[in-house]
């Protein structure tokens, strides 16, 4: 079955505690993404891979580091997390080259509390 | 800037009722657009998408969208509401150029019976 797995699905961490949630797609996508999810914000960019070893920053990376040494998995890692990183987090993916429109799929999320 | 507008963070019909959800977006450009739609305590699935051609799109459960260019706009619609389409909605656009998708804020779908 096509899909984009996350894990942990939930996650309550304290201030400062380093955490890496981790992102698969097996659709072979070239482009992966991370979204932060806040009540009357919508979603909003991390970051983004365009292919292994490309990694660009969204529309708010502070606070958060990516790697893509692989195709398939794209993990977020917070470094040193702080409260207001609490959100509800999606990982996506997409074909990217040679194609009519970029439709992206998601994962199924993961909350993320910091206290 | 490229940008996504939904109007209404929340709107509540009558089961049986219309909806419409209503989405602009800011381009010179006329985008891809998207409608997602979240179930409680799910992630993002894709309802429907303008790419090119028919303006008029239709999608999964009944929904449908326009895209008219003169109102840069691509609202949500279905003629005939039911319970099960209590979710969350979020309009989104693209361009074909990158994959980065700006989402609007999302409208929350209630269903009264």
């Known amino acids: 079955e096509a899909q984009v797995t996350q894990n942990p699905r939930y996650l309550i961490t304290v201030t400062g505690k380093k955490l890496t949630v981790t992102c698969s797609q097996n659709?072979?996508?070239?482009?992966m993404s991370w979204y932060r999810q806040d009540p009357g914000l919508g979603l909003r960019q991390i970051y983004y891979?365009?292919?292994?070893?490309?990694?660009d920053k969204g529309d708010v990376p502070e606070g958060y580091k990516v790697s893509r040494k692989e195709k398939r998995n794209f993990p977020l890692i917070l470094e040193s997390p702080s409260p207001n990183q609490t959100s509800l987090y999606f990982c996506?993916?997409?074909?990217?080259?040679?194609?009519?429109?970029?439709?992206?799929?998601f994962g199924p999320g993961t909350r993320l509390t910091v206290l | 800037a490229q940008s996504v507008t939904q109007l209404g963070s929340h709107v509540s019909v009558s089961e049986g009722a219309l909806v419409l959800l209503r989405c602009n977006y800011s381009?010179?450009?006329?985008?891809?657009l998207f409608w997602y739609v979240q179930y409680p305590n799910q992630g993002l699935q894709l309802l429907l998408k303008?790419?090119?051609?028919?303006?008029l799109v239709k999608g999964i459960n009944g929904f449908e969208a326009e895209f008219k260019k003169s109102e840069t706009s691509f609202h949500l619609t279905k003629p005939s509401a039911h319970m099960s389409d209590a979710a969350e909605y979020f309009c989104?656009?693209?361009?074909?150029?990158?994959?980065?998708?700006?989402f609007g804020s999302g409208t929350r779908l209630s269903i009264r019976p």
């Open positions: 303008y790419t090119t051609g028919a303006t």
């Open positions: 989104a656009s693209s361009y074909s150029s990158a994959s980065k998708i700006i």
């Open positions: 996506a993916s997409s074909f990217q080259s040679g194609r009519s429109y970029n439709e992206q799929f």
């Open positions: 659709m072979n996508h070239e482009y």
């Open positions: 381009s010179s450009v006329p985008p891809y």
């Open positions: 891979s365009m292919n292994v070893e490309v990694t």
